[in-house]
């Protein structure tokens, strides 16, 4: 069982830059790829992000791709997502999730999910 708790969340102004971190609890976190998503009002969950197990590939949306950054330390069992440039657009639910490989997680698809935490991007 792994749980994941997710921080960092807030409101920003356009053009902005914030920082989330998900903890997972447990021994086994490298075991698994990790990912970011996001849902905003009204609108389904959408793939962000996913890295690898050993944090060696990296996947992007194409909506974030050269805005936004997933890394993870495996000694501290965490993943984080760097945002910067935000956008209104941007202001959703963010979750984390961990998978057994990235190409799982970009199908929305994953073993874990935190609870997620709010973005909100003010024009």
């Known amino acids: 069982q792994v749980q994941l708790v997710e921080s960092g969340g807030g409101l920003v102004q356009a053009g902005g830059s914030l920082r989330l971190s998900c903890a997972a609890s447990g021994r086994t976190f490298s075991s698994y790829a990790m990912g970011w998503f996001r849902q905003a009002p009204g609108k389904e969950r959408e793939f962000v992000a996913a890295?690898?197990?050993?944090?060696?590939?990296?996947y992007y949306a194409d909506s974030v791709k050269g805005r936004f950054t997933i890394s993870r330390d495996n000694a501290k069992n965490t993943v984080y997502l760097q945002m910067n440039s935000l956008k209104p657009e941007d202001t959703a639910v963010y979750y984390c999730?961990?998978?057994?490989?990235?190409?799982?997680?970009?199908?929305?698809?994953?073993?874990?999910w935190g609870q997620g935490t709010q973005v909100t991007v003010s024009s």
């Open positions: 999730a961990a998978g057994p490989v990235a190409a799982y997680l970009q199908t929305l698809r994953a073993d874990y």
């Open positions: 890295i690898s197990r050993s944090g060696g590939s990296t």
